[in-house]
């Protein structure tokens, strides 16, 4: 078993790679043109729009996070003319938190797409592309999406993939300031549901 998720990824579509701060000149745009659709669903501090300096520091970190095996976090694009349409991210964690990979029993799935890319199941493809790389390291059996109740298509995708919705829980907004909000927490253990 790999003891961390590859820096690349192919699917049918879509190509995974690793954030980089080469990404930059093609994610400050994309962030600028979409931020008002994203703060409301994604933490802010990825989705804050930057100037490229600082932007290829947040995407270092992002790096630096992905060889310490604390979060992987990749640039999905279009397999054919590579644009860059959003990310999917695994994080590992136990029952309570994320947590080191040696000390968790399964991923935590995230994903965001730019408005224009919704709909065509990318994100679907995505996060089953994620799935299938998080179960393939060592100790994880299991997998979660937690997503906005409030973020219907984003919801539809943990569904679409055969994850059973556990339970809602009251967590913080993604925007400081903003009221708390229902959390519905999607899990994935195999059982009638499938690895993609």
């Given at each position: 078993?790999?003891a961390r998720?590859?820096?690349s990824h192919r699917?049918?579509r879509?190509?995974l790679?690793r954030?980089s701060?080469a990404?930059?000149e093609?994610?400050q745009p994309?962030?600028?043109?979409?931020?008002?659709?994203?703060?409301p669903?994604?933490?802010?501090?990825?989705?804050e729009?930057?100037a490229l300096?600082?932007l290829?520091e947040r995407?270092a970190?992002f790096?630096?996070?992905f060889d310490?095996?604390r979060?992987w976090r990749?640039?999905?694009r279009?397999?054919?003319?590579?644009a860059?349409l959003?990310?999917?991210?695994?994080f590992?964690?136990?029952?309570?938190a994320?947590?080191?990979?040696a000390?968790g029993d399964?991923?935590e799935i995230?994903y965001?797409?730019r408005a224009?890319?919704?709909?065509q199941?990318?994100?679907t493809?995505?996060?089953?592309?994620a799935?299938?790389?998080?179960l393939?390291?060592?100790g994880i059996?299991?997998a979660?999406?937690?997503?906005?109740?409030?973020?219907?298509?984003?919801?539809?995708v943990?569904?679409?993939?055969?994850?059973?919705l556990a339970?809602?829980?009251a967590?913080?907004a993604?925007?400081?300031?903003?009221?708390?909000?229902?959390?519905?927490v999607?899990e994935?253990?195999?059982?009638?549901?499938?690895?993609?």
């Open positions: 078993m790999p998720p590859p820096d699917t049918a879509l190509l790679e954030w701060p990404h930059a093609s994610l994309l962030l600028e043109a979409n931020v008002e659709r994203l703060k669903w994604i933490p802010w501090r990825v989705a729009p930057a300096p600082a290829r995407l970190a790096s630096r996070a310490d095996g979060e990749y640039a999905v279009h397999a054919t003319t590579l860059l959003g990310e999917v991210d695994l590992p964690r136990d029952a309570q994320r947590v080191a990979l000390d399964r991923v995230g965001w797409l224009d890319a919704w709909g199941g990318y994100a493809e995505a996060a089953a592309a799935l299938a790389l998080g393939a390291l060592p059996s299991r979660e999406i937690r997503c906005d109740a409030a973020n219907a298509p984003s919801a539809a943990p569904r679409r993939l055969g994850f059973r339970r809602v829980i967590d913080e993604t925007v400081p300031g903003d009221g708390p909000v229902q959390l519905e999607w994935w253990d195999g059982s009638g549901g499938r690895a993609c």
